[in-house]
């Protein structure tokens, strides 16, 4: 088993020295790992024209064997409906079959439709054990999702849970940590990490929302008005601080992932932002 997961890994670098048609023969042989890899490229148009009906071609094939990112893919394709049909059930199928694989992303988000009753029956006891148990592990979604759950009762977990997920990049979490940090009474509220967090946000929302930019904007400017010249200059220096931090968490996590993980990362992250409009 170690040979062949050696053997998997030495084929997918081969491939990404040559090229894609090199990782294609690999997909056509029947790696797996190597139509995980191709179907989400055509998903997300690296290296290749971007192409959902060969994504959900080879994205299909590696998920029928098995691969993990694939199946949770195929499963959040159909819970959008993008590039097939959009189908609640099938969606759960193939989240849960990632989820059993050890795909962390598809607990995270079979926790969420546990806790929301989303095409499956709502249990929210069920769905807070899959989220906790996930955010334990370092699911930056799952700790978001749980900081919904957990935040009303035991406000400090919640910012701590927002925290964790935007340390990691979680553009959301950043957003709301910022606002959690201006609207909190007591130790919990800070304008300066306040500014810090949701001027981080607003960058990352300035290229993918920038309705939601103008939001945050607003925001700043009023915490602005109730700051010392000090206070800013304190702000503005640990926003750099945190930007610098993400920069090197999402670093660090590229580095430990397999390629088929880290591109699904890009693809989810496209994909919510685009929600279903394809």
């Known amino acids: 088993m170690i040979k062949k997961t050696i053997l998997a890994q030495f084929l997918l670098l081969s491939a990404s020295c040559v090229g894609v048609p090199?990782?294609?023969?690999?997909?056509?042989?029947?790696?797996?790992?190597?139509?995980?890899?191709?179907g989400l490229r055509y998903a997300i148009g690296e290296g290749v024209t971007k192409d959902g009906s060969e994504a959900v071609r080879w994205i299909r094939l590696a998920a029928d064997q098995g691969q993990p990112e694939a199946q949770f893919t195929l499963g959040m394709l159909h819970y959008w409906g993008r590039w097939v049909d959009k189908d609640g059930d099938e969606a759960v199928k193939w989240v849960r079959l990632a989820y059993e694989n050890g795909q962390l992303e598809a607990q995270a988000m079979l926790g969420v439709a546990y806790v929301g009753g989303v095409d499956v029956s709502e249990d929210i006891e069920k769905g807070t054990r899959l989220l906790r148990l996930a955010a334990e592990q370092g699911s930056d979604t799952a700790q978001y999702w749980l900081y919904h759950v957990v935040s009303d009762d035991n406000p400090e977990q919640g910012v701590n849970l927002l925290r964790s997920a935007a340390e990691q990049g979680h553009p959301p979490a950043q957003m709301m940590l910022g606002l959690s940090y201006m609207d909190a009474d007591g130790e919990l509220g800070d304008p300066i990490k306040a500014f810090a967090w949701l001027s981080v946000s607003q960058g990352k929302a300035q290229v993918s929302d920038p309705s939601t930019a103008l939001g945050i904007g607003l925001a700043v400017s009023g915490l602005v008005n109730s700051m010392t010249p000090d206070q800013i200059a304190e702000a503005e220096e640990l926003a750099g601080e945190?930007?610098?931090?993400?920069?090197?968490?999402?670093?660090?996590k590229t580095d430990q992932q397999t390629m088929a993980q880290n591109l699904l990362r890009k693809f989810w992250e496209q994909g919510v932002e685009e929600g279903t409009e394809e």
């Open 22 to 38: 090199t990782l294609e023969d690999n997909a056509v042989d029947g790696n797996a790992e190597a139509q995980a890899v191709l």
């Open 242 to 252: 945190i930007s610098q931090r993400i920069a090197e968490n999402k670093k660090r």
